[in-house]
């Protein structure tokens, strides 16, 4: 009888280890499948890991989410955002690095806050208004088109601001970053600027798009066509230059260049800009 036993109760341990190994090699889909999502922005980068739960029939915002009280904002652990330069953040200074963003959700508004304490996660009955970095309120709104799975974005980027948005059923919210980026790209402008190898046609375009001082744009582009005289949009940007400063004869003559430029090498994009730029140059009084 005593044998008998034993024979089962090993036939039992053998059965569930198998089981045991079996269960370890099985994957299933994560119910908040974790993202990270890398955007360039300024002169570095924004990172956000956040997880992405679904809406799967439920009412989100003021049932699964409660109104007013704080939220990971997504599922899981914490979401973390990373600012890889320092920033403002709807107005208010954010030093470079990792913070995790909570938000307190309400009917029409949202309350974002940058929590230095990367260690709480979603344990938010722990969450202490002493480890915020900043706190502030946007106006949120309604989307026609329901959006089952919570997602973020970083949208509506220019060279120095972008929005960062959530969406989740029929509800957005975003918020604005902005860098401030022009001081240091006019110090390394100077600096580079006083090398051999000059980056005059880098220089001339960024004195071209922001507006600064024209008649040394068009002195840099004019030396940057020097270095390559077949480049025709190195010349397109002389002509564009040349139109700001209101140099009709002189902007006409290198947009027609950068024509007979592009015809020769076949490129329609720059055959059809200089053909625009000569238009815009005729209407010049």
Do not use: C, H
């Amino acid at each position: 009888m005593k044998k008998t036993i034993k024979k089962i109760s090993l036939s039992l341990l053998a059965l569930a280890m198998a089981f045991g190994a079996t269960a370890q090699t099985v994957k299933v889909p994560a119910p908040s499948p974790l993202q990270t999502l890398k955007q360039s922005f300024a002169l570095s980068e924004i990172t956000i890991e956040y997880s992405r739960p679904s809406a799967r029939g439920r009412v989100v915002f003021g049932d699964v989410v409660p109104f007013g009280k704080v939220w990971r904002t997504g599922a899981n652990g914490s979401t973390k955002i990373t600012f890889g330069e320092d920033v403002k953040v709807e107005g208010k200074a954010v030093k470079a690095g990792t913070y995790a963003l909570y938000s307190i959700p309400g009917k029409d508004s949202f309350t974002f806050m940058l929590y230095k304490d990367l260690k709480l996660g979603g344990d938010v009955s722990n969450y202490s208004a002493e480890n915020e970095l900043i706190r502030f309120a946007v106006k949120s709104s309604k989307v026609t088109e329901k959006v089952e799975t919570f997602t973020m974005n970083v949208s509506d980027i220019t060279a120095s601001s972008s929005n960062i948005e959530l969406t989740w059923e029929n509800t957005r919210a975003a918020f604005n970053v902005t860098a401030d980026i022009d001081a240091s790209i006019m110090a390394s402008i100077d600096k580079a600027i006083n090398k051999d190898n000059k980056p005059y046609y880098q220089a001339a375009s960024y004195y071209y798009d922001n507006n600064k001082d024209m008649k040394l744009a068009l002195e840099w582009v004019n030396k940057a066509v020097e270095q390559n005289p077949k480049a025709y949009w190195v010349m397109l940007l002389k002509a564009k230059i040349e139109l700001k400063l209101k140099d009709k004869a002189a902007a006409k003559a290198s947009a027609e260049k950068v024509i007979e430029m592009a015809k020769a090498d076949k490129d329609d994009a720059y055959i059809k800009n200089g053909e625009n730029l000569l238009i815009e140059i005729n209407k010049l009084k």
